[in-house]
């Protein structure tokens, strides 16, 4: 890769000095924006304005040079490239005096510039002066964007990323700050550095925040796939790898993802809990937690053993008994925590309006908003009428708090697609950021539920037996399990259409997932999953024998 750059409009930005000396001298009225455009736009309409805008220039790139500015966020953005060892070029359409000014060289104005702003400095940006280029004419311009290997080029000016005889193969970058990013043709415009970054060095923020967090810069940064909502990478620091995590924000989901989990690990491993990643370090301003790396393979459908279901239990029957111990007190509810009947429902009509909103006047998503309306609505009725029967059936109130002393923590989503497999066969449990106190009939139900990577139907009856028989001193259990079942299966469904919310299509868009891909598929596995709230609603379900009804 080769990196060329403009100069006038890209590196450098006058916007400021123009509108100054154009006040100055000419009078610019009180109100006119601090835009380049703007002000030449309003000084070509006077009198005389072309020779006046001439003059205007003459004045700007030769003795006020130095007035001029860096764009905005261009310095981060040369220091992330030169950590990557990105080689960089200016090449620009610069005449060497000014009309207006033939005493003045405007080149030598701008080597000047480049030179007090450290781009030739080995502590700036370690640029060479036989890599800055200023032609004469525009196609000179473009040839050498040819010569010199340009892969990637970057200019203000659209009329010359659009020329005929722009050089093919040649990626164009359209800088336009402050306005709204868009792809024109084979021109990407980008509105901040930040973004082409972002596309030129996709590791380069883990990289950033992981130096801003220690203190020293990563060997090395691997992205790792599985990250659906966060950025996931392993990184090398000292010879030593870790997991570096990286939370998805977003203004419409204030859930604090990353003092969850990093709490809740740091408290497991604080009582000697082993079959999870030792948290090392996080940074509330990067949003970033470092984690332990563990070595292992993911577990694949058809994979989960029996052995694997009782290192399950092991883990969720430790957090059972760990409630009692100093500093549980100070961890939160999970993310999805329910402690009456009432709380359930709420939360299943919650996801449910918030579906029908989504979905609402858009032509895009008609058959989704069909399957809702004619499938998963008259289930939803079919689960009310089931739980309210129930519940009388069982003597459960539906407003009955659960006592504190019967809650659980819970990983929340403790399903064994969060799970590596080490060489030894033991097992290391991932993905806390939902974790906190639950019932624990919803931690039962959750971990045959998540559906990822099921937990196997003829491991069922044997998990339920032994979750039960670990959780000493729990009461009611089974009879909740029961009544919540149908709920959270519901819940499920709806989980599975969250790429229709407006907040998942940004946290997937952070996290790079394909969107379209996602879409069409999380729409099939809702539909699978309506059958398994239907199942759970016969009187003959398999949940039954739990409870004697």
Not at 68 to 85: D, N, S, T
Request: hydrophobic share 45%.
């Amino acid at each position: 890769m080769r990196l060329g750059l403009d100069f006038d409009g890209t590196v450098v930005v006058y916007d400021e000095v123009f509108h100054r000396y154009a006040t100055e001298r000419f009078g610019l009225p009180a109100g006119v924006p601090l835009n380049k455009t703007v002000v030449r736009d309003w000084l070509r309409s006077q009198t005389d304005g072309e020779q006046k805008w001439i003059e205007l220039q003459g004045l700007v790139y030769g003795l006020k040079m130095t007035e001029a500015k860096m764009a905005p966020g261009l310095a981060e953005f040369l220091r992330a490239i030169r950590a990557v060892q990105i080689p960089v070029c200016i090449i620009s359409h610069k005449t060497e005096f000014s009309v207006a000014e033939p005493h003045v060289n405007l080149r030598a104005a701008a080597l000047a510039w480049l030179e007090a702003n450290g781009f030739f400095a080995a502590e700036g940006f370690c640029l060479r002066r036989e890599d800055v280029f200023f032609e004469s004419t525009r196609a000179a311009k473009l040839q050498r964007i040819a010569a010199q290997g340009c892969t990637v080029f970057v200019d203000d000016l659209e009329e010359v990323l659009t020329e005929p005889e722009f050089p093919q193969g040649v990626e164009r970058w359209h800088y336009l700050p402050g306005q709204t990013e868009r792809r024109e043709g084979d021109i990407q415009a980008f509105s901040d550095w930040t973004r082409l970054l972002a596309r030129l060095c996709p590791n380069e923020p883990i990289f950033a925040t992981v130096a801003a967090t220690l203190g020293q810069r990563p060997d090395s940064v691997t992205r790792l796939a599985g990250g659906a909502n966060n950025v996931v990478a392993r990184v090398d620091v000292g010879g030593k790898p870790l997991l570096a995590k990286l939370y998805f924000t977003h203004a419409r989901d204030p859930r604090d993802r990353l003092g969850t989990e990093f709490g809740m690990l740091d408290f497991l491993w604080r009582n000697g809990v082993r079959c999870v990643p030792e948290p090392l370090q996080m940074s509330r301003e990067q949003n970033l937690g470092l984690y332990e790396f563990v070595a292992g393979l993911r577990v694949a459908s058809g994979q989960v053993t029996q052995a694997d279901v009782g290192q399950l239990v092991d883990l969720l029957a430790a957090m059972w008994r760990l409630r009692t111990q100093p500093g549980a007190e100070k961890l939160p509810p999970a993310s999805e925590a329910a402690f009456t009947l009432d709380g359930y429902w709420a939360n299943v009509e919650r996801r449910l309006q918030r579906v029908r909103t989504a979905l609402a006047n858009r032509a895009e998503v008609a058959t989704v908003s069909e399957f809702v309306e004619r499938e998963l609505v008259p289930v939803t009725a079919e689960v009310r009428a089931f739980v309210e029967c129930e519940a009388t059936s069982l003597s459960l109130a539906l407003d009955a708090e659960l006592p504190h002393d019967q809650r659980t923590l819970s990983p929340a989503d403790h399903g064994f697609h969060n799970v590596l497999r080490r060489a030894d066969g033991r097992l290391t449990f991932l993905d806390f950021e939902y974790a906190g106190w639950d019932d624990p009939a919803q931690t039962i139900a959750n971990a045959m539920l998540l559906p990822e990577v099921p937990l196997p139907i003829e491991h069922r009856a044997d998990f339920i037996r032994d979750m039960l028989a670990r959780l000493n001193d729990a009461t009611g259990v089974a009879a909740r399990l029961r009544l919540t079942y149908p709920m959270l299966a519901l819940k499920w469904s709806l989980i599975m259409l969250n790429e229709f919310l407006p907040v998942a299509g940004a946290r997937r868009m952070f996290a790079g997932a394909n969107e379209v891909a996602r879409r069409a598929a999380q729409l099939e596995k809702s539909r699978r999953q309506l059958g398994v709230v239907r199942e759970s609603l016969r009187a003959d379900c398999w949940l039954a024998a739990w409870t004697g009804n």
